[in-house]
Structures are given as C-alpha cells and as structure tokens.
C-alpha cells in the first residue's frame, strides 16, 4: 500500500465528480458495475463485485497478493479476505502474498496468521525486506570470499523502526571469519552503505539498539551521504503507507528525496540508478520469486512500463498465451502492483479499497480508520471514478479489473 508525495497532493474527488468527467468517448457511467465485454473493450478493463467473477471469466492458477489495502489495513483482517483466501484455498488455487515490508518473510506469514488467516492457505511470501537481507548475505560471502583473512566490516547507516517492527542487519558471532555490517548510528560521516529500513529512527553501533531520529533529521543525514554520493539500498520501496487510518512516511520516501540530492549534486542519471537500489514490487526479482515459490520457469521478459507510456495489462498478457500457467496479481497501488504485475507478464486487479479509498472512491473511514466499506456486502465503483484516478496518477496504467475490495 503506498501513496507518492504527489498522490498525496491530489485534491480529493469531490461529491458528484465523477458524474461530470468523461470516459474517453463514452458518457459518464452510473451503474456499479461493468460487467459485459464490450464495456470491457471500452476502457480497457471491468468492474467486477469480487474474485469470483473474475476466474469466471478466465481461469487463473495462482493469484499473486499484496498484503496492506488487500488483506488487512495493518492492524486487523478484513473480515471478506479471510473468506476468499479460504475459498481459494478449497479450490486448489495457490496464493503467494507479495509485499513491501521491511519484515522477514516469515514474519510476514506469522503476522498474516494472528490476525486470522491460515498459513496453510498460502503457498509463500516475497517480502522487500527478505530481498534484502537475501542481497546482504549475498554481498557478505562476494566480499569474505574476496578476502583470505578477517574481512573488514562494511559500516551501514541503518534507518530503522522505533516503534514498530524492528529490522536488523545480518550479524554474526564473535570471531566469525566472515564479513560483517556495522551499523554507525548517527555518525554518517564514516557510513559506506546506506540501509532504509524503516524511517523512525536510526540503529546505533551495537547493533541492537535504535535511536528515535525525527523524519526530518533523517533527510539531513541523508544530504551528507548524498554529498560523499554513498549508494542507498531501500528495503522498501513504498512512499506512504495506511494503518489503521494514520499515515506513515515509508523507506521509499527516503529513497525518492536521496535520488533527487544526488542530482543535485550534479550525479548524472545512470550513476543515479546504480546507486540507488530498490527492493521489492515493482521490480521483477520480487515476481522472479513468486516463479520460484511456484515452481515456474523464468518470467519472459517484456519491455517495462514507464511514465508517458500506455499499455493495457489485460491486451499485453495474452500476448503472453503461450505461456498456459496464468497469474493474477491483486493490489492497490498503480505504482507498485499493476505495474509491477504487468511487467512480469500477469493480468492484474486493482482494489479500490486500499490507498485510494476515500480520495479517489470516496469510501470513508470509520472510527478506528478502516474502511468502512470492507463491512459491507455492496459497494458502487464507478468507471468515471477510476477514469479519474488512472488520468491523475500521471502513469498511463490500466489494470484487468477493478474491484470494491478483496472478496470472493
């Protein structure tokens, strides 16, 4: 689940808009929803109540899930989720959650089964942060084996939580011939690497403890890495998340403001990139796993999408029919799910409920910041609504579907 700086500027969609704004060619739509293949043709994708009235319309062997705005909003399941998790299930149609969390993979499955689901229904889980750790020990065995005795420490400036699900770097035992990273805490001036994590404070030297650091000083911290033009690995590439109707700034919005100082220190682009590394949705590796996870060949590579170019998931994946295991990707971010499904050759399905609920579908938050909606049996997605909202994200994505939120 994440909202961009600029997302987040959007003015909301205010009563009545989508009644005024028009869908290409075609009138403004009432109806809740669409549901026959010539609105389908139309815009490029449908509007369907749930899960089951997508695989009636084509079969899919496994459905590829995001966890936040999906599955739960961060502190509790929503209640319609857990019944089709458990129907897919008892279908024999396999799910792998893929999210961008700083956790472990196996802390996201742990999580996932206190707030009601079944570990069993899921057949595994891709998670940034275990990309991420995967990619430090990976970087740990290149520069031990390059070494023949007591490899020097790579030092980290490791943003972190506070409050909320610590992250630590691969450590190991005293006297372990191995490299090893060592967090420097605030001390930025002798970091080699920087790790984001979370974006609450900063672990300090022993590795254990973290500092709180107010979001603001973590930018500034940042400048000077930037000025000594030290590359950044983001373990989560979201910019803004939901939970439990409280917004959280996310590593990804650290990674976002680190890119724009390297420009400014005259950094040309491609140095930019390679400086810059992103784990997660909506890069392929997170999909290359998911393969893995199902024991699937590699993904067959497409050209990927980029702001300014415009494809339809829906019409680019059967180019991909050959290829007889079908993917549906479920998420509700345009950035990170559909565009990430896309690229890795899978239809995709957009749910309105998440990040996206109250400004652009106007779905209220009840009390405890959870949208209402997800109680509900009914809800009314408009096409003018979603029109609205691919014309305002600036990216030129169309998913497969559209759908109200997760249910079967």
């Known amino acids: 689940m994440e909202r961009s700086a600029a997302a987040a500027a959007r003015p909301a969609l205010q ?23 010539k609105d389908m043709k139309l815009l490029g994708y449908a509007i369907l109540p749930g899960i089951a009235d997508i695989i009636a319309r084509k079969k899919y062997d496994a459905l590829v899930l995001d966890q936040f ?14 019944d089709c998790v458990c129907e897919l299930n008892r279908r024999g149609i396999p799910c792998v959650v893929v999210s961008n969390s ?28 275990q990309l991420t750790q995967d990619a430090l020990l990976e970087l740990r065995q290149r520069l031990s084996e390059s070494h023949s005795r007591h490899p020097p420490a790579t030092r980290v400036f490791h943003t972190n939580w506070n409050g909320r699900g610590r992250a630590a770097l691969p450590t190991l035992k ?6 090893d990273f060592k967090p420097v805490g ?78 400014d220190e005259d950094v040309d682009s491609d140095t930019v990139r390679q400086l810059v590394l992103r784990f997660g949705k909506p ?32 019409a680019a994946t059967e180019m991909d029919s050959s290829n007889d295991f079908k993917l549906l990707a479920v998420g509700d971010s345009l950035t990170h799910d559909i565009i990430g499904g896309h690229n890795a050759g899978m239809d995709t399905v957009l749910v309105a409920g998440g990040i996206y609920a109250q400004d652009y579908f106007g779905i209220p938050a009840d009390a405890e ?5 997800v109680q509900q049996n009914k809800c009314e997605i408009k096409a003018a609504a979603v029109e609205y909202l691919l014309h305002r994200s600036g990216l030129h994505v169309t998913p497969s579907f559209v759908t109200a939120y997760f249910r079967w």
């Open 15 to 37: 009563q009545g808009q989508p009644d005024t704004f028009r869908i290409g060619n075609c009138s403004p739509r009432t109806s809740a929803f669409l549901q026959n293949d």
């Open 69 to 82: 705005g999906v599955l739960h909003d961060g502190k509790r399941a929503y209640p319609f989720a857990i």
């Open 102 to 129: 700083s956790r472990l993979r196996g802390d996201c499955l742990d999580q996932l089964e206190a707030l009601g689901f079944r570990r069993q229904w899921f057949a595994g889980a891709v998670t940034s942060g």
């Open 174 to 179: 005293v006297g372990d011939p191995t490299h």
């Open 186 to 263: 605030t001390r930025v001036e002798v970091a080699e690497l920087v790790v984001t994590h979370g974006t609450e404070g900063v672990t300090e030297e022993d590795g254990e403890s973290v500092s709180a650091v107010p979001y603001g000083k973590l930018v500034d911290l940042l400048q000077a890495c930037a000025k000594r033009r030290l590359p950044l690995w983001c373990s989560n590439p979201d910019l803004v998340t939901v939970v439990g109707g409280v917004n959280f700034m996310m590593p990804g919005s650290l990674a976002e403001a680190y890119e724009q100082m390297l420009k």
């Open 283 to 314: 890069e392929l590796p997170a999909y290359e796993a998911v393969h893995r996870i199902l024991g699937l060949g590699p993904i067959r590579r497409k050209m990927p999408l980029k702001a300014g170019m415009t494809y339809n998931t829906a």
């Open 369 to 373: 910041g959870s949208a209402s909606i």
